[in-house]
């Protein structure tokens, strides 16, 4: 059975249809208001049916559509609010990813000294030097780094590509030797 003898089906306007059910179609059709939910596979049957003989007798199309369907109980049944609403193109966001970091790690001081004294007057990107345990790093943000600049730091150092996340190690268990332009800043004092 489809249709009570008592069900009432009336649009509001042109995204809303009011479907009124008395407790003889709730039995008709063996559902409960405190049941009532699309969780349920016959709620959710019967719920299709009506919204199927809604749109056959309204002429409502829900294609491309969103619908809320609202259930409210009355004293003599259910009242089911359908409303329609354009589907809207959902929004789509880029993560930005961190680019990888070069990580220089030297043996001990003097490899550090060696690479900041040698690599004076080249251009590096932003870079920062940490001591971790008994090794030194050189943390360099972003990449490319110029092949001089890299040939030159590859004689006093192992140069490895590291994440961001193993860069954060570094910097939160590390002490910070030089910031901003470590290489620069050491060079610098380096008669």
């Not at 349920?40 to 809320?68: E, F, P, Q, W, Y």
């Not at 030297?106 to 690479?115: P, Y």
Request: proline share 3%; hydrophobic share 40%.
């Amino acid at each position: 059975m489809l249709a009570g003898d008592f069900m009432t089906i009336e649009q509001l306007d042109s995204c809303r249809v009011l479907i009124v059910l008395k407790a003889e179609d709730m039995r008709d059709f063996s559902l409960e208001y405190n049941t009532l939910s699309f969780s349920d596979a016959h709620s959710r049957r019967i719920l299709s049916r009506l919204l199927t003989l809604a749109c056959s007798k309204t002429g409502m199309d829900v294609t491309n559509k969103k619908m809320l369907v609202e259930a409210l109980p009355h004293k003599n049944g259910c009242l089911i609010l359908l409303t329609l609403s354009p589907k809207k193109k959902r929004k789509s966001y880029k993560i930005k990813r961190d680019r990888k970091k070069l990580c220089c790690i030297f043996k001990d001081v003097d490899g550090l000294l060696d690479a900041s004294k040698a690599l004076r007057g080249k251009i590096l990107p932003r870079n920062r030097a940490y001591r971790l345990k008994e090794k030194y790093y050189l943390i360099i943000d972003s990449r490319p780094v110029s092949l001089s600049a890299l040939g030159t730091l590859t004689e006093f150092c192992e140069t490895v590509s590291c994440s961001p996340a193993a860069a954060a190690r570094i910097e939160e268990n590390g002490r910070l030797i030089a910031d901003g332009n470590a290489v620069r800043k050491i060079g610098e004092k380096i008669i």
